[in-house]
């Protein structure tokens, strides 16, 4: 039964627009701190305001950046299903930005963004005597405040280099649109698995926070959503390293990794229904790894070819262990 509350649709709604706020800059950031090589490599020696340590340390903040935002998106989904509504798949528009100070400013805009939004969200929960969710966007509020200090350093950072295309070596003609836009497809599976994975497994924690005063009930259907659900948090963090481990090969090629997330998150009203969309996850991946594969063999595009055989590994294994649960 859902907690006693006036919890209207416009609340879910505005609850929301917090979580594709958050799967929004969780992706932004992985994908910048992806970039980060990239960058670092245009860096000229004469440069004395940006050194190595620059972008190391900035790529390192980007990274612990994108793991909070991971958990807030967390905390966030789990209220929505802990009130009865549906937690959303769709994130708010992804930039990335090419350098630095692009980073920043783009920080800035998309952390004023959630601040503004989460001032509305902790008046709102005010007003429905939602004290827990009032609290929840209290602590996340805090987090996005230093967030936004920190952005604003990087939108004032000056100086950095800025290079000329270069011209295009003949060992980089394999490099074409297609192959970068099927790397490119890549990524957007791996976001739609992560957010999927994501979702399910914070309904599940919202369902076993509601049933806490009957946990000590130890019955085998009742527990299969909570191991599926620990599973699905392994298994997300991996499909995260994928997601930086393709982009990063995008970025080292020079070419530019776009954040869409395609096919849409699946996510399933309950346990059997996760497990066969998950399943479904794991083949559209190996399927569309596998071709990644061939091509890059055929094209002798070997490093790509490395990457996609350790990641396609792990694929393998991800369907089979959602398969031993499959009813
Ligand atoms: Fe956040
Ligand atoms: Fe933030
Ligand atoms: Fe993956
Ligand atoms: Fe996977």
Same mark, same amino acid.
């Given at each position: 039964?859902?907690?006693?509350?006036?919890?209207?649709?416009?609340?879910?709604?505005?609850?929301?627009?917090?979580?594709?706020?958050?799967?929004?800059?969780?992706?932004?950031?992985?994908?910048?701190?992806? !970039?980060?090589?990239?960058?670092?490599?245009?860096?000229?020696?004469?440069?004395?305001?940006?050194?190595?340590?620059?972008?190391?340390?900035?790529?390192?903040?980007?990274?612990?950046?994108?793991?909070?935002?991971?958990?807030?998106?967390?905390?966030?989904?789990?209220?929505?299903?802990?009130?009865?509504?549906?937690?959303?798949?769709?994130?708010?528009?992804?930039?990335?930005?090419?350098?630095?100070?692009?980073?920043?400013?783009?920080?800035?805009?998309?952390?004023?963004?959630?601040?503004?939004?989460?001032?509305?969200?902790?008046?709102?929960?005010?007003?429905?005597?939602?004290?827990?969710?009032?609290?929840?966007?209290?602590?996340?509020?805090?987090?996005?405040?230093?967030?936004?200090?920190?952005?604003?350093?990087?939108?004032?950072?000056?100086?950095?280099?800025?290079?000329?295309?270069?011209?295009?070596?003949?060992?980089?003609?394999?490099?074409?649109?297609?192959?970068?836009?099927?790397?490119?497809?890549?990524?957007?599976?791996?976001?739609?698995?992560?957010?999927?994975?994501?979702?399910?497994?914070?309904?599940?924690?919202?369902?076993?926070?509601?049933?806490?005063?009957?946990?000590?009930?130890?019955?085998?259907? !009742?527990?299969?959503?909570?191991?599926?659900?620990?599973?699905?948090?392994?298994?997300?963090?991996?499909?995260?390293?994928?997601?930086?481990?393709?982009?990063?090969?995008?970025?080292?090629?020079?070419?530019?990794?776009?954040?869409?997330?395609?096919?849409?998150?699946?996510?399933?009203?309950?346990?059997?229904?996760?497990?066969?969309?998950?399943?479904?996850?794991?083949?559209?991946?190996?399927?569309?790894?596998?071709?990644?594969?061939?091509?890059?063999?055929?094209?002798?595009?070997?490093?790509?070819?490395?990457?996609?055989?350790?990641?396609?590994?792990?694929?393998?294994?991800?369907?089979?262990?959602?398969?031993?649960?499959?009813?």
């Amino acid at each position: 039964m859902p907690i006693d509350l006036k919890v209207t649709p416009e609340y879910l709604d505005l609850l929301n627009k917090g979580v594709a706020r958050e799967i929004q800059v969780s992706v932004q950031y992985v994908l910048q701190h992806s !970039k980060m090589e990239k960058l670092l490599r245009k860096m000229i020696p004469e440069n004395i305001l940006l050194d190595k340590t620059t972008y190391e340390q900035v790529g390192k903040v980007l990274k612990d950046f994108a793991i909070e935002e991971m958990k807030h998106l967390g905390k966030i989904m789990e209220r929505i299903y802990i009130l009865g509504g549906e937690a959303t798949t769709k994130p708010s528009h992804i930039e990335v930005g090419n350098s630095l100070r692009e980073f920043g400013e783009l920080g800035l805009k998309a952390e004023t963004e959630a601040l503004q939004l989460y001032r509305k969200v902790i008046e709102m929960a005010g007003k429905l005597g939602d004290w827990e969710t009032r609290e929840i966007f209290e602590h996340i509020y805090q987090d996005e405040e230093k967030h936004f200090l920190k952005f604003q350093d990087y939108s004032e950072i000056e100086g950095e280099p800025e290079f000329p295309a270069a011209e295009e070596e003949e060992f980089q003609a394999i490099y074409t649109d297609d192959w970068i836009a099927l790397l490119n497809r890549a990524v957007a599976g791996e976001l739609s698995a992560i957010i999927q994975y994501t979702n399910q497994h914070e309904k599940e924690n919202a369902e076993l926070n509601r049933r806490k005063k009957t946990a000590l009930e130890v019955v085998s259907d !009742k527990t299969k959503p909570h191991v599926f659900s620990d599973l699905l948090k392994s298994i997300f963090m991996q499909e995260m390293d994928h997601l930086e481990k393709i982009a990063e090969r995008i970025y080292e090629i020079k070419k530019e990794a776009t954040a869409d997330v395609d096919p849409l998150p699946n996510v399933g009203a309950e346990v059997d229904d996760w497990i066969k969309n998950d399943r479904d996850a794991e083949d559209y991946a190996i399927n569309l790894y596998r071709q990644i594969i061939n091509k890059a063999l055929e094209i002798n595009d070997v490093r790509t070819r490395l990457i996609f055989e350790q990641i396609i590994n792990q694929e393998e294994e991800h369907f089979w262990r959602f398969d031993d649960f499959t009813p």
